[in-house]
């Protein structure tokens, strides 16, 4: 039977020392029983309480911070789908470079790698991880590139090779990066786990079947080694997906302890239409960290939207900061416009507002991250809550001009808006954020 919060609290030092990460025992205590922090992270635990809740407080899926400063957290997920609650820690997208690539080939990938950034609803979003591996024979060129790649983009390696000895001299060059090895067999998992350890890496297992995987990642586990990730050993698209699906449920429903790692995969199918479809897959079947052999923008900028999408909490809105925002360099008397604080309906409205090429102000209420018509319906959207926003923020005593734009969609709170704001005069604008541009050509200029 699963013990509550305060149950397990009573097992706890109750010194709220908070060298845990939590304010008090009890928070932690709370953690402990919703299975999102581990016993060990409490450095005065007593014998009784690691005996009593050892394993039980553990997570089902083991989170496992990669990078200097663990930023980078994979695993830890709590649920199967995500619209029971959330999906937390997004999967990991990163670039390979082999040992044996062109020098010039390399510099342009490790530039990709340190230098790529998309912008999308507010969010920055980059590659996480650099891969490499060993091809050649050089062990000491492996390392090399290990610490190059490291020290130009100080993004997390995933360092793959099949010579055991070569992966240790690149995990000993680049410590302190809080990378992954990748044991190419189960004996040479057993001798680098000792490696990861001495060095603050992770290690990802293999096997030649699910079953040995299993074993080996109890044994790894049983040796005091709990860094782990998985690999799965199939063939096919549908293979992974199963596997991927098999471990997640057994972690989740049967607390299996040990499945309930995040996973490695290395897409390389030769063709970048399929290894996006692995990609995909990775994304929505609770991938931990995916490698792609090369950089596509396009692709990388789907599979990024589609990671965001995955992973936005669906009980949470994206939303942006309420506030009258500049589109170019407004004046006191430039045209205003009205929306709501969804980040989707924020981004489109001012970025057609760009495109217009006129300077304007954008009024944001607060509406709770909901889109205008949602808003609308919930009172969140309405002539008094605007006229409130507008005057409360200051922007009334900002500009001069007494003339705002609200979306054709909430044409009917244009009375109520100028009862609530005398003087000012409102107009309807389109429906549809796409038609600003002749809006704007035909109405304002």
């Known amino acids: 039977m699963a013990l509550t919060g305060l149950q397990i609290q009573k097992l706890l030092p109750a010194t709220n020392c908070k060298e845990c990460g939590s304010n008090t025992c009890l928070a932690f205590a709370m953690k402990l029983a919703g299975k999102k922090a581990e016993l060990s992270q409490c450095p005065y635990a007593s014998d009784e309480a690691k005996r009593v809740l050892g394993a039980a407080s553990e997570p089902p899926v083991r989170c496992i911070e990669l990078g200097p400063e663990r930023r980078l957290k994979l695993g830890g997920e709590v649920v199967l789908?995500?619209?029971?609650?959330?999906?937390?820690?997004?999967?990991?997208?990163?670039?390979?470079l082999n040992d044996t690539d062109a020098a010039e080939s390399i510099d342009a990938t490790i530039k990709i790698a340190a230098e790529y950034l998309l912008e999308r609803v507010g969010e920055k979003l980059q590659l996480d991880v650099v891969a490499i591996t060993q091809k050649g024979t050089d062990a000491g060129a492996f390392a090399g590139l290990a610490v190059k790649a490291w020290d130009r983009t100080k993004r997390p390696m995933v360092l793959r090779s099949r010579d055991a000895a070569a992966l240790t001299a690149a995990a000993v060059a680049v410590k302190g990066s809080r990378s992954l090895l990748c044991a190419p067999s189960p004996a040479a998992a057993r001798e680098l786990y000792r490696v990861a350890k001495e060095n603050d890496h992770a290690l990802a297992l293999t096997a030649p079947d699910l079953d040995?995987?299993?074993?080996?990642?109890?044994?790894?586990?049983?040796?005091?080694?709990?860094?782990?990730?998985?690999?799965?050993?199939?063939?096919?698209?549908?293979?992974?997906?199963?596997?991927?699906?098999?471990?997640?449920?057994?972690?989740?429903?049967?607390?299996?302890?040990?499945?309930?790692?995040?996973?490695?995969?290395?897409?390389?199918?030769?063709?970048?239409?399929?290894?996006?479809?692995?990609?995909t897959n990775e994304i929505i079947k609770y991938g931990g960290i995916c490698v792609l052999p090369e950089f596509d923008a396009a692709q990388m900028a789907s599979l990024m939207t589609l990671r965001l999408n995955i992973y936005t909490d669906p009980q949470k809105p994206i939303q942006v900061e309420p506030k009258a925002y500049a589109i170019g360099e407004p004046k006191p008397d430039s045209p205003i416009f009205v929306t709501t604080n969804f980040s989707l309906t924020y981004f489109i409205v001012s970025g057609e507002l760009?495109?217009?090429?006129?300077?304007?102000?954008?009024?944001?209420?607060?509406?709770?991250?909901?889109?205008?018509?949602?808003?609308?319906?919930?009172?969140?959207?309405?002539?008094?809550?605007?006229?409130?926003?507008?005057?409360?923020?200051?922007?009334?005593?900002?500009?001069?001009?007494?003339?705002?734009?609200?979306?054709?969609?909430?044409?009917?709170?244009?009375?109520?808006?100028?009862?609530?704001?005398?003087?000012?005069?409102?107009?309807?604008?389109?429906?549809?954020?796409?038609?600003?541009?002749?809006?704007?050509k035909s109405r304002l200029l």
Not at 233 to 238: D, H, I, K, N, Y
């Open 81 to 96: 789908y995500r619209h029971e609650k959330s999906f937390v820690h997004q999967t990991a997208l990163g670039l390979n």
């Open 212 to 279: 040995q995987l299993v074993a080996l990642a109890a044994e790894i586990k049983a040796l005091g080694f709990n860094d782990m990730f998985l690999q799965f050993p199939t063939r096919s698209l549908a293979e992974q997906f199963q596997a991927a699906s098999i471990a997640r449920r057994a972690a989740l429903k049967d607390n299996f302890k040990a499945l309930g790692y995040p996973t490695l995969r290395f897409v390389e199918t030769g063709n970048l239409l399929d290894n996006t479809i692995e990609a």
């Open 354 to 440: 760009e495109n217009c090429g006129i300077s304007a102000w954008l009024v944001v209420p607060e509406c709770e991250g909901m889109s205008v018509l949602t808003a609308w319906a919930a009172g969140k959207f309405s002539g008094a809550s605007i006229a409130k926003f507008i005057k409360e923020s200051g922007f009334e005593k900002q500009v001069t001009r007494r003339e705002l734009v609200i979306p054709g969609y909430v044409a009917q709170i244009s009375g109520e808006l100028e009862e609530n704001l005398p003087g000012w005069k409102v107009m309807v604008g389109p429906q549809e954020a796409g038609d600003l541009e002749s809006f704007v």
